[in-house]
């Protein structure tokens, strides 16, 4: 979707590291809203996945969002199965940082969170967010059939206005959602746990509204 993706790049998936097929290991309660971390969620509830950079100031964003059920973090877009965070910084899974985002339809929508989403990183940067930097902090909406084409519409009108303001093409990898791969337990509602924590969501000052 969009401009291809720029900066170090993505290694092949026929190359990535071969993971492992146990999952890890997490609690599953939310330490916010005291919800499940890990499905079956409730038949009436939607999710969707993004990628903005640092996982940890991304969920963050989003649990703090009205109608905004359950997040957590995690790996998500390569291909080795059950990845862990050292070998996903090493850019060699192929995946991104993200936060799976639980929401109910009757108290937000997908273009609310969106928002939140466009306005709270670049999307321009490519392989990097800042500096943080490699293709495991590249921009990304990972999502149902039903949202892809709000999402890519989303994206285009989002394109316009980041024009307007002198940034470059968008290069958030849009797409149907991958296999979800869960982050270690400390890596979980991070800033709870971590209040003075490292949080590098830096905005363009693009508004949706």
């Known amino acids: 979707m969009l401009s291809s993706l720029f900066g170090r790049k993505s290694v092949p998936l026929a190359d ?3 993971g492992r097929k146990e999952a890890i290991v997490i609690s599953d309660v ?4 005291g919800q499940p971390l890990k499905p079956p969620f409730a038949e009436h509830l939607e999710a969707v996945i993004f990628a903005m950079g640092c996982f940890w100031g991304a969920e963050r964003r989003f649990w703090e ?4 059920i359950s997040t957590a973090v995690g ?3 390569g291909a080795t199965p059950n990845p862990t965070y050292e070998e996903t910084c ?9 936060v799976l985002v639980v929401f109910d339809p009757s108290l937000t929508n997908f273009n609310a969170l969106m928002t939140v989403f466009w306005e709270s ?6 392989m990097r967010q800042g500096n943080d930097m490699g293709s495991q902090y590249r921009s990304a909406i990972y999502c149902s059939e039903a949202q892809l084409s709000e999402a890519e519409t989303s994206a285009s009108n989002v394109q316009r206005k980041l024009t307007d303001l002198g ?6 990898e849009i797409k149907l959602a991958p296999e979800f791969f869960y982050a270690e337990d400390y890596h979980q509602q991070y800033l709870v746990k971590n209040p ?3 949080c590098g969501l830096r905005g363009t000052g693009v508004s949706c509204l």
Do not use: K, M, N, R
């Open 75 to 77: 790996y998500a877009g």
């Open 167 to 172: 940034f470059g093409p968008i290069t958030t």
């Open 30 to 33: 939310h330490l916010i809203t």
């Open 121 to 126: 990183h670049d999307p321009t940067q490519g």
């Open 196 to 198: 003075s924590g490292y």
């Open 65 to 68: 969002q009205e109608g905004v």
């Open 16 to 18: 990535c590291l071969p």
């Open 90 to 98: 090493t850019g060699l899974t192929g995946h991104t940082e993200v």
